[in-house]
């Protein structure tokens, strides 16, 4: 039994040998084997060479693009405000002007108080800044309004509870973003 158990090992050997994909002859000298070997490790490290050199290139061009962005975001902090003041500039002119005169009357001042507050209003709108001022009867909004006060509505009184009644300072929004809400009081429920 074992001469068939060596025979099958023999014939699955050759068997195997035969149907196996041809691999490449092995080197005939160990001086052969040795140089094939070197050369496969000066590949190999040639190979490793040449991707840390990529690594370091994309690694440093990272490093480079953050810089720039960081350099952007700092430019576009230290400007943002630029534009918003070249429009203050004519309201700062009308006030220095105002001021100027000498012998001005209450009516001139008051004229130039308003020409003034329209400039004003004029650069506020130009970068989104809006006025917050409900009307009486406006729903109570606490994401725009701030209630300073309850009162209570006379009995014979049309306007509904938690509604605006007086607007005792103006708000502002800034695109849709509250800068300040407006200062309000509100109606009492019945």
Known sequence: MTENTSENTESHASAASQTAPEQAAPP???AEAIAALQAEL???KAKSGELADQYLRAKAEAENARRRAE??????RKFAVESFA???LPVADSLHAGLGVQ?????????GAQATLRQLTVALERHKVMAIEPPAGTK???HQHQAISVVPLPPDSTQEPHTVVNVLQKGYTIVDRV???ALVTVAAPK
Do not use: G, M
Not at 71 to 76: A, I, L, Y
Not at 103 to 111: C, G, H, I, V
């Open 28 to 30: 005939k000298s160990e």
């Open 42 to 44: 000066s590949a190999l």
């Open 71 to 76: 350099d952007e975001v700092s430019k576009v």
């Open 86 to 88: 070249e429009s203050l």
């Open 103 to 111: 012998d001005a009357t209450l009516e001139q001042l008051r004229e």
């Open 140 to 142: 109570f909004d606490p």
């Open 179 to 181: 800068l300040r809400p």
